[in-house]
């Protein structure tokens, strides 16, 4: 066999390998989508059982973005119940969420990240969080001191160092449990 036809068979030979790899990470890409599909999927059916033994009427919404599984219940402002669902402060949106994750779980032996949503609950927190780290920042630039915020969720917190980080500072978790916050810092 000559130099050239060894050469172009090994370049045959990564090519092919490269092709194999783009499939191998396109398909890992299917399935993590379609998993969480099936995700939303069980989600809903667990959910929708919970809004009919509640007599609570909803419409489900599931959205797959982002790595995660997002699940919106919503209502015509006429209908009641929903409100109960998201309680003081979203306890009780918490506590939901956390029983749909363990239903997932039940279902399909897969851990989920999946976020709940009622009435457009979170994505209101959302901007007050928003807001809650736009104002620690100003205080930490203006200072030059730490502040600590309000324990919050593990999901909330994320939103928070999120917000933090794109606002040029520092932000780190402290605490245990239901007090775990934010100290928010210029270095």
Aim: no cysteine; hydrophobic share 40%.
């Amino acid at each position: 066999m000559s130099a050239e036809s060894t050469e172009h068979a090994l370049s045959e030979e990564i090519e092919d390998q490269d092709a194999s790899v783009n499939q191998d990470a396109s398909a890992a890409k299917v399935s993590a989508v379609s998993r969480l599909e099936e995700e939303g999927d069980v989600a809903a059916d667990y959910l929708e059982e919970l809004l009919d033994i509640a007599d609570i009427d909803g419409d489900i919404d599931i959205e797959v973005r982002n790595g995660r599984t997002y699940i919106s219940i919503v209502a015509d402002e006429e209908a009641e119940g929903l409100e109960g669902l998201v309680g003081e402060d979203g306890e009780v949106l918490e506590a939901l969420q956390e029983l749909t994750r363990l239903a997932v779980l039940s279902a399909t032996e897969n851990r989920s990240r999946l976020v709940l949503d009622i009435n457009g609950y979170r994505q209101e927190r959302t901007g007050h969080l928003q807001k809650i780290a736009e104002d620690a920042a100003a205080s930490v630039k203006e200072t030059g001191k730490s502040v600590a915020l309000e324990p919050m969720s593990a999901y909330e917190r994320k939103i928070v160092h999120d917000a933090i980080a794109d606002l040029g500072l520092v932000s780190e978790s402290e605490g245990e449990g239901a007090g775990r916050h934010i100290v928010v810092s210029a270095d």
